[in-house]
């Protein structure tokens, strides 16, 4: 989605107060290259926009809410793993942060992923059959969004641990998550409009949302496991998986 383009210049110091980041570590994030260049009407001039203040304000909750260094938003940024993990509620910000450095949603392209991955396209294409991914045409070849190329990513690193076609694991064996998510997802937002309408501002409800969406992950995600175990019984001593006993009332509890 392309981003309004905004007229209003601003000078450093407008900048500092939008933001509350201090014109040193604005500098130092212009130095990673996570910013958008300002316009230069004239030698020594710099002129900020309200691009520059949204991607100040997502490298900042990058760091603050995420945990991420200034090294590991440059390497999620272009598609790579990076040094250590990236939880999937950085997502929001890294699309948010790539919006306001370049217009619009940003890409990676899968030869980028491919250097790292060599299975990365083909599980890209399988992916994108299964209504998981969208693989987009651009002048420089396929690409993925920010967080379609973290969804075949975390695949890829799956593959690493033993997720393989010749352990039982191809890429079409996710095929069922593809519903849940798209059902999920519809019920949280319907219930989340329907909670917050006529109750706050949109500034508000959007600024509830950001707050509540990485909780939301964690409690999915742990619910998922808790019903995962009560199906599947792992025997550390005998190292035996077995499928847990099911009756009509389903999983055991």
Request: no cysteine; hydrophobic share 45%; proline share 5%.
């Amino acid at each position: 989605m392309r981003i309004a383009a905004y007229r209003v210049r601003m000078k450093m110091r407008d900048l500092e107060k939008r933001t509350g980041v201090h014109r040193e570590t604005i500098r130092v994030f212009f130095r990673h290259g996570l910013l958008p260049e300002p316009a230069r009407p004239a030698t020594n001039v710099a002129d900020y926009d309200e691009t520059h203040v949204q991607a100040v304000l997502a490298v900042r909750k990058l760091q603050r809410d995420d945990g991420l260094t200034l090294p590991q938003i440059k390497e999620a940024l272009g598609g790579r793993n990076g040094e250590g993990r990236v939880d999937a509620a950085a997502f929001q910000n890294l699309e948010a942060l790539v919006a306001a450095r370049v217009g619009f949603d940003g890409e990676v392209l899968l030869d980028t992923l491919a250097e790292e991955w060599p299975n990365a396209a083909k599980d890209a294409k399988v992916f994108e059959k299964l209504g998981i991914v969208d693989i987009r045409k651009t002048p420089k070849g396929p690409a993925l969004s920010i967080m379609d190329s973290r969804i075949v990513t975390i695949w890829q690193l799956m593959r690493a641990e033993g997720y393989t076609e010749e352990n039982g694991f191809p890429p079409t064996v996710v095929d069922f998550y593809a519903a849940p998510a798209d059902l999920v997802a519809r019920a949280e937002s319907q219930r989340f409009i329907d909670a917050t309408e006529g109750r706050m501002s949109d500034a508000d409800a959007a600024a509830l949302f950001h707050a509540g969406i990485r909780h939301m992950i964690d409690f999915f995600g742990l619910l998922r496991i808790k019903r995962l175990m009560s199906y599947i019984h792992f025997d550390a001593a005998s190292g035996h998986v077995d499928a847990a006993r099911r009756d009509a009332n389903g999983p055991p509890r």
